[in-house]
């Protein structure tokens, strides 16, 4: 057990829809990361927040957007949604921003659009 | 630049025979690599980290990892296979661009063990 909670585990929804999945990083972790991986693209790094505020973004869509909360905890909103963003989206929390802060996964949310 | 390359996309080898996962990377500054593995339908776990310390890197479940900077390469080893390391296994390379944190994730190798 990592220490992160990624709820739901499972979702389907309709295309064209809106979601939101959350994310609780390790107690004590202020930097919190997102992932898709799907069979065609792989692992993808989507966006990184640290404290409250954004500090990095790969290929996120602008359908996406995510934020962190004073608690820490952090929410992917994901809209307008598609049949390719199906797919198994991971939350990561790490230390800090050092780069030798390993990170560390959660189990991850399955998102089936239909 | 930053970017880490796994030469490799499907390993198999049998069951009490070496373990090698290639790694190779690219970095502008002394770079931090990971090796994370990833059963089916699971999270990633890390198995070992380098941070400038020592070169030879050991992890959970026997696995291994040299760091050699003449040849930018972190490849991951194991002396003998067993059936429950078969997963994907994820090098990565963690720097900085630009004062920002950059973490690069390679595109994964799948480690077959046949028994």
């Known amino acids: 057990d990592s220490g992160v909670t990624q709820t739901p585990k499972h979702l389907i929804t309709a295309t064209g829809q809106r979601v939101t999945l959350r994310c609780s990083p390790r107690?004590?972790?202020?930097?919190v990361y997102w992932y898709q991986q799907s069979l065609d693209q792989g692992l993808q790094f989507l966006i990184q927040y640290y404290n409250g505020e954004e500090r990095a973004k790969g290929n996120i869509l602008e359908r996406f957007s995510a934020q962190q909360f004073p608690d820490l905890h952090s929410e992917l909103n994901l809209s307008s949604l598609e049949l390719g963003d199906s797919a198994l989206y991971f939350c990561a929390s790490s230390a800090g921003l050092a780069a030798y802060n390993e990170q560390f996964f959660g189990p991850g949310t399955r998102l089936t659009v239909l | 630049a930053q970017s880490v390359t796994q030469l490799d996309s499907h390993v198999s080898v049998s069951e009490g025979t070496p373990v090698l996962l290639r790694c190779n990377y690219s970095s502008s500054y002394s770079p931090s690599l990971f090796w994370y593995v990833q059963h089916p339908n699971k999270g990633l776990q890390l198995l070992l980290k380098y941070t400038s310390a020592a070169t030879l890197v050991k992890g959970i479940n026997g696995f291994e990892a040299e760091f050699k900077k003449s040849e930018t390469s972190f490849h991951l080893t194991k002396p003998s296979a067993h059936m429950s390391d078969a997963a994907e296994y994820f090098c990565?390379?963690?720097?900085?661009?630009?004062?920002?944190?950059?973490?690069?994730f390679g595109t994964g190798t799948k480690l077959q063990v046949i028994p």
């Open positions: 990565v390379v963690s720097g900085y661009s630009g004062g920002y944190q950059k973490v690069t």
């Open positions: 107690s004590g972790d202020l930097s």
